[in-house]
């Protein structure tokens, strides 16, 4: 998958494109080497909930994310990120995955990045509903924030109406999952390598997008939409030649318009993203809607406290993919010391209306030293429906401490 | 345009003429230290823009040291009735390497701000409302470190005398946007260059809460000047900031484009 082949064409194209403008930093010709390196231990209290699954209460892993940029000159950079981990009780999860490998261009009105890429579109902290250019790397993590490189060229010009944003995405990246073997797995075994596509193009559909963002007074907003390969798989059940009922993924075409709004007024954020998806059963609509307000300098310290509330709404039906916030209410608070470490705390729960359905997560990070960090995360669901999205992991409540060292 | 530039010329000089004129009627301390204000701000019209490096080092109570290190743009805004922008990107400690914090300054109303996090990609647009709570964990709130305006304070000249081995104007100034930490502030002003060599802040208790030295001033341009120094002390927790700049680049023709939102995912 990587573009060997094609990276003399590109820096070839980089310096011919190289006008002598000045961007805002510059600091040509000088390989920075960053990123960082972390091991990571996650307990699980409760038993297993599967027959053959890891009994292990300790699950301790390694993760390696270096950061390799290299300006050409004022206005082009090549940067390179890899990524892996090694797991000692999930297969799967081991694995490696190129996050960035891409060449960016910075013009006076316009910008450029051919590669390997991650972009992140929206602005409610419950669920990314927008955001759909990067597929998610969901044995990192639950909570969908990691994702998998994706290859794309995107050309975005910037004018007084705001940035306009082509994205070409050649190539899709199959989403990941936990071993049959280990923790946080679905309720069924996922035959992972075995997905079907409605395109007869498979992974090689070429998938586009466009987006609009701007800025105007209090109010950032970004209209998108995307025509391609949905990065949220149908399930199907199936039964394996040894008699099994497993799970196939199955990837639609599907056409998603999305918005992304907040207000910006005094302490109150309000955030709005919405969409509507054809493709997959009905076309439907999906919201997720709230506020944020920051009480700064609680008790004459420099602490803040932000609450956050956002109501999730999802009209999907059972013909597209299962999804958690279909009908529900979240609730959180984040802390933010403001001190020489810049200590953090994120508490959230997810509560779903009519089955109560719940699930908790904390996040706390610390930076221990100029390079060392601490990290700590906590994840607790409770009354998860036997059909329900996390009932495959209801046992796999887990606390996880991370630290990482950083280059 | 040339119309427009020599029509602002006459209007700078009716302005400056009627300026001085109104001082020489009615020089209450109220009106001296608003020109003082005005003289500061009129001998860094037309910088353009800047940029620089710089460290900030904190040190707490205890004596011990951490270090923040970061890069600097700024892009003046020619319009008076709005503040200057700027761009900052961290370097160091290596775990928010790559965050970028945007501002545009405005004179009363919150400014704009948004947040680069480099590890989801995501630019946030953040509250702007904390002006007086601490950046990165420094000695400096947001409202010390954004661009001089003359409109966000109210003005009275105290005295002249001596500061250091110079002449100084000492005037007082009170914040008039909203959220400020501070009731009000006392600049120390040296007569000859405008420059700003001292500032003590009270806090909403009246209580003296920060004194901010600035000195090792250089001139760019053969007009400009900027101290690559500044120190904060916090007289009430004992802790200070000290924050040590390189030398300054001036109109390097920073493309106004890099000012925006969506440019921060892209800016190293």
């Known amino acids: ?407 | 345009m040339k119309m427009i530039s020599v029509s602002n010329t006459i209007l700078l000089a009716l302005v400056v003429a009627g300026v001085t004129t109104g001082a020489a009627l009615a020089a209450t301390p109220e009106t001296k230290g608003l020109e003082i204000a005005k003289e500061i701000d009129r001998r860094d019209i037309g910088f353009g823009d800047s940029r620089t490096d710089l460290q900030m080092h904190l040190t707490n109570r205890h004596g011990e040291k951490s270090v923040r290190k970061l890069r600097l743009a700024t892009l003046e805004n020619s319009d008076p009735e709005a503040g200057d922008k700027s761009l900052t990107v961290f370097s160091h400690p290596r775990d928010i390497k790559g965050t970028a914090f945007l501002s545009f300054t405005k004179i009363l109303d919150p400014d704009d701000q948004w947040l680069f996090l480099p590890a989801l990609k995501r630019v946030k647009r953040i509250s702007s409302a904390n002006k007086s709570g601490p950046f990165v964990g420094s000695e400096f709130a947001y409202e010390d470190l954004v661009s001089f305006e003359v409109g966000k304070y109210s003005y009275k000249w105290l005295r002249d005398e001596a500061c250091g081995d110079q002449e100084c104007f000492v005037i007082e100034r009170f914040p008039k946007y909203e959220n400020s930490g501070y009731t009000r502030q006392i600049a120390w002003v040296d007569k000859a260059e405008y420059r700003i060599q001292k500032v003590d802040f009270y806090d909403r208790k009246e209580t003296l809460l920060k004194t901010l030295v600035q000195s090792k001033f250089e001139q760019y341009l053969g007009k400009y000047w900027r101290p690559l120094q500044m120190v904060m002390k916090n007289h009430q927790t004992g802790k200070a900031t000290t924050l040590v700049y390189s030398a300054y680049e001036f109109q390097v023709g920073i493309n106004e484009n890099d000012f925006t939102p969506n440019r921060l995912k892209r800016i190293r």
């Open chain 1, 1 to 407: 998958m990587a573009p060997k082949g094609r990276y003399p064409v590109v820096l070839t194209l980089a310096a011919l494109l190289a006008t002598p403008i000045n961007a805002a930093f510059s600091q040509a010709g000088e390989l920075e080497i960053g990123g960082s390196a972390a091991v990571e231990l996650r307990v699980f209290p409760a038993n297993r909930s599967f027959d053959g699954q890891e009994r292990s209460t300790l699950s301790p892993s390694l993760v390696l994310e270096p950061e390799f940029i290299y300006p050409l000159n004022d206005d082009d950079t090549v940067t390179f990120t890899p990524f892996a981990r090694f797991d000692t009780h999930d297969e799967r999860r081991s694995h490696f995955d190129i996050r960035e490998l891409n060449w960016v261009h910075l013009d006076n009105s316009w910008d450029m990045t051919v590669g390997f890429g991650k972009v992140f579109w929206g602005v409610t902290e419950s669920r990314h509903l927008v955001d759909i250019i990067n597929q998610t790397d969901a044995i990192e993590g639950i909570d969908g924030e990691d994702k998998l490189g994706q290859p794309l060229l995107n050309v975005n010009a910037i004018s007084d109406w705001g940035t306009f944003g082509i994205f070409v995405l050649p190539g899709f990246r199959e989403r990941t999952f936990a071993d049959d073997e280990a923790r946080l797995r679905g309720p069924k075994p996922v035959q992972a390598d075995d997905a079907t596509y409605d395109s007869s193009d498979e992974d090689k559909h070429i998938d586009l997008a466009l987006r609009w963002s701007h800025s105007i007074g209090d109010v950032d907003i970004g209209v998108s939409h995307f025509h391609g390969t949905s990065r949220e798989p149908v399930m199907k059940s199936v039964t394996r030649a040894d008699g099994v009922s497993v799970f196939q993924p199955h990837y639609d075409i599907i056409d998603q318009s999305g918005l992304d709004a907040q207000f910006t007024s005094g302490s109150w954020l309000w955030k709005l993203e919405a969409m509507a998806r054809a493709g997959q059963g009905e076309r439907f609509a999906a919201s997720v809607a709230g506020v944020e307000y920051t009480f700064y300098q609680i008790a004459e310290s420099a602490a803040d406290i932000g609450v956050l509330a956002e109501y999730l709404y999802d009209g999907r039906d059972n013909r597209a993919p299962v999804t958690l916030g279909d009908n529900d209410i979240f609730i959180g608070a984040r802390l933010a010391l403001n001190d020489e470490q810049d200590t953090t705390a994120l508490v959230g729960a997810i509560v779903d209306h009519e089955n109560q359905e719940t699930i908790i997560s904390f996040e706390a990070e610390r930076r221990l030293s100029d390079h060392w960090k601490g990290e700590v995360e906590v994840r607790w669901s409770a009354h998860v429906p036997d059909d329900g999205f996390f009932s495959g992991a209801r046992n796999d409540d887990y606390l996880m401490v991370r630290l990482a060292r950083f280059f």
